[in-house]
């Protein structure tokens, strides 16, 4: 899916590829929360 | 279709290219077909099939005073005009129609009555990719090479290649919009995009047109210009969301249309003089390259960086600069097919000598569609 990375800097040597991640339910309007990633617990940052 | 039934009579391109302010999309549309006719001999009374995307065809055949019996308005995107190419040959040998016009015109630049520029929220792409940021193909088309990139430690100085080699042919030709030589260095060190895309590995953005008329073979001797026969077709579509790609690497819509073109055409590799691969991005020639079959997965970026394709090389590739130096105007798929049609006429302006066979193969939005032509200046 396409998707954002939240909670790590939008670089492209912060953001690696197939680096665990876990999902975050950003607040969207009244009807929806956005699903977003964040690098999971214990992925250094 | 049967290979050869079916050939290109007329082909031109807008008069001006680049930066047309005073001409609207349906009058490059015009500008164009008026310039295919005239390449053809013809007048729009002989014209009884019309296709174009971007505009509706009712629009071009009321302007150009064209009355049809046959219309295709199909709109995958940048290879459209592949697709019109095919189902045109199919039209004419099902009898439906003598004579095809089929039109480009795009005010990209300009955006002198031009559409908007983004689809709808309700579609697949607003509801489920726009929302988080992706706004057109700089930062949606570009996300597959990051894999490709990793699966095959395919380089950024092998990426900006792409665009050295083409440059070297857009150097042959007037009518390029950039022709100053470039190197690998100049490339990385132009603006960055969308990572990991700089400038000069992005296609330009510019207004233009182009238009071919097509009939059967066998009239075609009849026409002032050298007849290009369709000798293989192809065409498919994967996912309107590039997220949604099976294989970020490689493209389901290139594998299937040129497969399809190629079988029908009943031609091996070594048999093509010449070729077009549509180049929004740095990565599409790559995997143009692989995805039709002239190289394994994996090896297209070494192909290109080896000077295979450049010029001198065995397999010339996108011989007029590409997107990335001749021309963009949105749908470049047109541009490819003209590009094309040159080579096999022997006029281009870095003509590949002896050329006998070339194909033109484009892509629709961010990898969600394809066709490919196959073209030959030999009936066969």
Redesign the interface.
Same mark, same amino acid.
């Given at each position: =899916? =396409?998707?954002?990375m939240a909670g790590v800097e939008q670089t492209?040597e912060a953001l690696i590829?197939?680096m665990p991640v876990e999902v975050v339910f950003e607040p969207?309007n009244e009807h929806l929360d956005?699903p977003k990633f964040r690098p999971a617990a214990g992925v250094i940052r | 279709m049967k290979p050869g039934s079916v050939a290109i009579v007329g082909a031109a391109e807008t008069t001006e290219m680049g930066v047309i302010p005073d001409l609207s999309v349906i009058q490059l549309h015009a500008d164009a077909a008026l310039n295919t006719m005239k390449d053809a001999g013809l007048g729009p009374k002989d014209i009884d099939g019309v296709a174009t995307a971007g505009e509706s065809p009712v629009a071009i055949a009321h302007y150009l005073g064209i009355t049809p019996t046959w219309l295709d308005g199909t709109a995958v995107g940048g290879c459209s005009f592949m697709l019109h190419v095919r189902h045109a040959a199919a039209a004419i040998n099902e009898g439906l129609c003598k004579t095809v016009l089929i039109t480009h015109g795009e005010s990209g630049r300009s955006r002198v009555g031009a559409a908007g520029r983004w689809g709808s929220p309700s579609s697949l792409q607003g509801q489920f990719e726009g929302p988080y940021g992706t706004s057109g193909p700089p930062s949606s088309f570009t996300i597959p090479v990051l894999r490709y990139m990793k699966e095959y430690g395919l380089t950024h100085e092998e990426l900006a290649m792409v665009a050295v080699v083409q440059r070297e042919w857009a150097a042959m030709n007037p009518r390029a919009s950039f022709r100053d030589p470039i190197t690998v260095d100049d490339v990385l060190n132009s603006r960055m995009i969308a990572y990991p895309f700089h400038l000069l590995e992005c296609c330009l953005v510019t207004d233009g047109g182009g238009a071919l008329i097509l009939t059967s073979a066998d009239r075609a001797k009849d026409f002032p210009n050298k007849p290009v026969y369709i000798i293989g077709t192809g065409e498919s579509s994967e996912t309107p969301m590039v997220s949604q790609m099976e294989d970020f690497t490689t493209s389901k819509a290139f594998r299937v249309s040129g497969k399809k073109a190629f079988d029908e055409a009943g031609i091996s590799h070594d048999d093509v003089d010449h070729l077009m691969v549509y180049d929004a991005f740095a990565h599409l020639p790559i995997y143009g390259l692989e995805d039709l079959g002239f190289c394994k997965r994996g090896e297209g970026a070494r192909f290109i960086w080896e000077g295979n394709t450049r010029p001198g090389g065995k397999l010339p590739l996108n011989t007029n600069g590409g997107g990335l130096s001749y021309m963009h105007s949105g749908m470049y798929g047109m541009y490819a097919l003209q590009e094309s049609v040159r080579q096999m006429r022997g006029i281009a302006p870095a003509q590949v000598p002896g050329a006998k066979i070339s194909i033109a193969h484009g892509v629709g939005g961010m990898f969600a569609a394809s066709g490919t032509i196959i073209m030959s200046n030999e009936r066969p």
């Open positions: =899916m =396409m998707t954002n492209p590829l197939d969207g956005i | -």
